[in-house]
């Protein structure tokens, strides 16, 4: 198991991607549909270890997710299984922080959890829907 998660700054992992390195959001469906690094290919924690065939092994990868708790543990797993993994500093929240875009148009940055799951799921339903 690895001892420490690797980690970049925003101006490195450009550097990174610009360079070839695949870049990985790790967040929940209603956080990358509210906004993301354009780029990016989702992969929820949770489906990761259903889905490493999906990251070329032989390429570096770069993870993010909001803030850094899911992302360090995709890296670490993904270092752990012989990938050359980095997660994103300050995830998503510095990247957008620093007034770097995101995708789509408009994009914003989610509340990761359930409760804003269920938030935003609410925001897609008939009004008479999400009456209590």
Known sequence: MSTETREVSREEAQKLIRDGAQL??????????????EGATHLPLAELAQRTGEIDKDRPVVLYCRGGNRSTMATDALADAGY???????????????????????GVVAESGEAASILHARKKLPPELTKP
């Open 24 to 37: 990985v959001d790790v967040r929940a469906e209603h956080e990358w549909e509210a906004g993301r690094i």
């Open 84 to 106: 050359d993994a980095v997660k994103l500093s300050e995830g998503i929240v510095g990247w957008s922080e620093a007034g770097l875009p995101l995708a789509p148009e408009g």
